[in-house]
């Protein structure tokens, strides 16, 4: 099974500011990656996909990069409705699996 | 617009058995595969199966092999979900979402609300 990796784990950040979070795979996944953002209560939200490409309805301030084993998401511009919790989730071999998640709280 | 609603949960005790269902409109039904994704009471999420677009193909999480079952109704866009051998460990809220493809890859554009499945005692 392919491992996901994500860091960090927690994330203490000021509205304004640029956020990065990680998530490494234990082997190659091409660029078969998304990104979710997901708000207490609620389900997840597909930000990226394609390691990189923007969905439909996104703000530009997201943005994913990476491929292979090393993949970023990063947040240009952090605003109110940003803080969450976000997941990675590979998608090139089954069983599909998700990194731990990075929680997002205001500082 | 894409809907996607579950039922189905509840409370059931340890070795008992419960299927879920997902309504789905908006879409054509038939042609897109279908995932479960479960998340534990303040865990991350898993992913638990898949069932292609025709419903020829399934994968299962190893977790959860033998004793769930995927399926799909056409006639009435619904996917569903038996969930026999229950275990406590089975405690979540329960997520379907469709596939969406690009490329060569598969993703998942839409989720519905989640259903809570309980195993308790």
């Known amino acids: 099974d392919i491992q996901l990796t994500q860091s960090p784990f927690f994330l203490s950040a000021s509205v304004g500011d640029r956020v990065t979070i990680t998530c490494r795979a234990s082997?190659?996944?091409?660029?078969?990656l998304a990104w979710f953002q997901q708000k207490p209560g609620k389900a997840p939200k597909l930000l990226i996909y394609?390691?990189?490409t923007l969905q439909s309805g996104v703000p530009s301030r997201f943005s994913g990069s990476g491929s292979g084993t090393e993949f970023t998401l990063t947040i240009s511009s952090l605003q109110p409705e940003d803080f969450a919790t976000y997941y990675c989730?590979?998608?090139?071999?089954?069983?599909?699996?998700f990194g731990g998640g990075t929680k997002v709280e205001i500082k | 617009e894409v809907q996607l609603v579950e039922s189905g949960g509840g409370l059931v005790q340890p070795g008992g058995s419960l299927r879920l269902s997902c309504a789905a409109s908006?879409?054509?039904?038939?042609?897109?595969?279908m995932s479960w994704v479960r998340q534990a009471p303040g865990k991350g999420l898993e992913w638990v199966s898949v069932?292609?677009?025709?419903?020829?193909?399934?994968y299962y999480a190893d977790s959860v092999k033998g004793r769930f079952t995927i399926s799909r109704g056409s006639s009435k866009n619904t996917l569903y979900l038996q969930m026999n051998s229950l275990r406590a460990e089975d405690t979540a809220v329960y997520y379907c979402?469709?596939?969406?493809?690009?490329?060569?890859?598969?993703?998942?554009?839409?989720w519905g609300q989640g259903t809570l499945v309980t195993v308790s005692s």
């Open positions: 979402a469709k596939a969406y493809y690009y490329g060569s890859g598969t993703y998942y554009d839409y």
């Open positions: 908006g879409f054509t039904f038939t042609s897109y595969g």
């Open positions: 069932i292609s677009a025709s419903g020829d193909s399934t």
């Open positions: 082997q190659g996944i091409s660029i078969y």
């Open positions: 394609a390691a990189s």
């Open positions: 989730l590979q998608l090139n071999s089954y069983p599909l699996t």
